[in-house]
């Protein structure tokens, strides 16, 4: 009875990995026979669920008190697969279907950008279970995987559906292979970002909510076949994603003396 708590985060866990995997599936064209749906949108719309997802494996271990080292193994791995393979991945394909010749031209670019990020994405997550979990309470040190698989997803499907593809549209082909290399640079920076945490004030709190009740739903209906509510979608999500890494980063690097400090004292005091 004593391991049957760790069933429900491990559960999750699962989810988010073969979520991840799926992504990949849809991505390389392997239901293409089974289904008419978009396999790029489909793919990013996993990548999105496993995004959505990431919080629950944790929320669960500590709601059942199941935390383990097996546990935070498992859920980078999970990671690794959803945030860092799954969106290098939809991205390659994407333009391998849509843009052959713009590929063929910029292949090497391409493929440099995939391993930089895929290796930035395993040393980050590396990174924070040898020595950034216990260091820094409320920041990230570096840009979490979840953000950055998110943001890569958002973009390109907004792009896609901003027709990025299209011939007279060439010169946007690279928007998505840089903002690729920017975010997997940015997971192995030194620099910090907020962690959310629920917010004291009232109001504020009420506002952090209702945001995230939106997000949820956005994730969810992130397939829907009405142009205008998939531009709405897509643009809130960006501006979301946006909003919070510009931001963050900033409040980060104003505070990072100050960061830097507590996480020495918080060493020390171990």
């Not at 669920?49 to 791995?77: P, T, W």
């Not at 949820?216 to 979301?240: A, E, K, M, R, V």
Request: proline fraction near 4%; glycine fraction near 6%; charge should be positive.
């Amino acid at each position: 009875m004593k391991r049957a708590k760790f069933i429900l985060p491990n559960a999750f866990t699962s989810m988010n990995f073969l979520l991840g995997v799926f992504s990949i599936c849809w991505s390389a064209g392997m239901f293409a026979g089974y289904s008419a749906l978009d396999p790029f949108r489909m793919a990013a719309y996993f990548v999105l669920l496993s995004v959505l997802c990431d919080k629950l494996d944790g929320f669960a271990a500590r709601l059942v008190n199941a935390s383990s080292e097996f546990g935070a193994q498992f859920d980078s791995l999970g990671d690794l697969v959803g945030f860092g393979l799954a969106p290098a991945f939809c991205l390659f394909f994407s333009y391998k279907a849509n843009a052959p010749e713009w590929l063929d031209k910029n292949l090497v670019l391409v493929i440099m950008v995939f391993a930089i990020y895929v290796l930035c994405a395993a040393m980050r997550l590396a990174k924070y279970n040898a020595m950034d979990c216990d260091s820094y309470k409320n920041y990230f040190s570096g840009l979490p995987s979840t953000f950055a698989g998110a943001i890569n997803v958002i973009l390109l499907s907004y792009l896609t559906l901003h027709n990025l593809f299209s011939p007279s549209n060439t010169k946007l082909l690279i928007v998505p292979v840089v903002v690729m290399l920017v975010t997997g640079l940015m997971m192995v920076s030194p620099c910090f970002l907020p962690k959310l945490h629920p917010l004291k004030n009232k109001f504020l709190a009420a506002v952090q909510i209702i945001l995230v009740v939106i997000t949820y739903l956005c994730g969810f209906f992130f397939i829907t076949s009405d142009t205008g509510l998939q531009n709405l979608i897509l643009s809130y999500l960006l501006l979301l994603c946006g909003s919070y890494i510009v931001i963050g980063f900033a409040i980060g690097f104003a505070k990072r003396a100050s960061i830097l400090s507590e996480a020495e004292a918080n060493k020390e005091s171990l």
